[in-house]
């Protein structure tokens, strides 16, 4: 039912088994010592911020494991909770739900936003009689998940041209594979299509849709995710905290300095060393990673939004979380 699903807002987030387990994460590093050790998961194709700062040298003698691929933030920052690995990156509207939930669980950088050369759109066929907000009821909205920034930013879009949660109720966000997003709005099997990145720059080369709104066209530069370690793992770890987190504040700073050439090219470079069979032609169109604030630092203004939204929907309860609980900035000594 189309209701019960879209009410499910991060649905995956809140789950109580997760929350339970939380409280039985255990930090890598054992009594006694720091692990210098991060285990986690990647993005196929794709070179995360940890990732660029460990190439960089900006970890030291701290090393990442790799474990898997993840195509989901909320699934990715779940991981992280209840421990199978010791960091993990969600939209930030996933971290206020999580932590609502119970996880244990603190904020602790910026990774991505949306900024004038990096947003998501969401598009319609040129021929398409889609031109408001109204228009899309009972049509299908095409994203790569569930419960995360595309769904959120689609509820903002209805919410501010008017429609009542009823009306919101009747539009559909539809789960589609980012490579098939395109196809599947071609063949009509959706009406809209949210396409950022690469898919969104080649599905333009071929002509034939246009947008309707992007993130950036409703709130600007803003940073929308965040990655989030266990508060046992800062407790039992602050040393390995501090060099991952001010890491990852160098990359930021270092890809926000650098020619996009430079940075394509080490990335490039970084996906043909590791070794994991994948295809790098999809970087040569990366343009920034959006992070709105200097080294990824973190502000209230980042959560409130969907804090806000959050308990307008009824998904927590007003007053529920607090910015203290959900970031600190402790371990990011960027410049300092």
């Not at 063949?187 to 333009?204: C, M, N, S, T, Y």
């Not at 630092?297 to 308990?311: A, M, Q």
Request: with cysteine; charged share 20%; proline share 4%.
């Amino acid at each position: 039912m189309a209701t019960t699903t879209r009410r499910r807002f991060l649905a995956l987030a809140a789950l109580g088994a997760v929350a339970t387990a939380c409280g039985r994460a255990t930090a890598s590093g054992g009594s006694g010592s720091e692990t210098r050790k991060l285990r986690y998961q990647g993005w196929a194709g794709q070179v995360t911020l940890p990732e660029l700062a460990e190439d960089l040298g900006y970890f030291d003698d701290v090393k990442l494991e790799w474990v898997g691929n993840t195509i989901s933030g909320p699934q990715d920052i779940q991981s992280a909770a209840t421990g199978q690995i010791d960091f993990g990156g969600a939209f930030n509207g996933a971290v206020v739900k999580l932590i609502a939930a119970g996880a244990p669980v603190k904020a602790v950088i910026s990774y991505y936003g949306v900024d004038e050369r990096t947003f998501s759109g969401y598009y319609v066929l040129e021929d398409s009689p889609i031109r408001s907000a109204r228009d899309l009821l009972g049509k299908k909205i095409g994203m790569n998940t569930l419960g995360a920034h595309s769904e959120a930013i689609l509820d903002i879009y209805l919410q501010r041209n008017g429609l009542s949660a009823a009306e919101i109720a009747k539009v559909e966000p539809t789960v589609i594979p980012p490579v098939n997003t395109e196809q599947a709005l071609r063949q009509k099997q959706i009406e809209v299509a949210v396409l950022g990145g690469v898919l969104r720059d080649k599905a333009l080369a071929s002509g034939g849709i246009r947008p309707l709104f992007s993130d950036y066209d409703l709130l600007g530069r803003f940073s929308a995710g965040s990655y989030v370690v266990t508060n046992r793992f800062l407790k039992e770890n602050p040393t390995t905290a501090w060099t991952f987190v001010t890491g990852v504040a160098r990359a930021i700073e270092w890809a926000r300095t650098t020619p996009a050439e430079e940075v394509i090219e080490r990335s490039t470079q970084i996906i043909r060393k590791r070794g994991r069979n994948e295809d790098a032609a999809a970087l040569k169109y990366w343009k920034s990673f959006g992070v709105a604030e200097t080294a990824g630092r973190i502000t209230d203004d980042e959560f409130k939004p969907w804090t806000d939204w959050l308990v307008a929907h009824g998904d927590i309860r007003a007053g529920q979380v607090k910015p203290a609980d959900l970031y600190t900035n402790q371990f990011n000594g960027y410049g300092g």
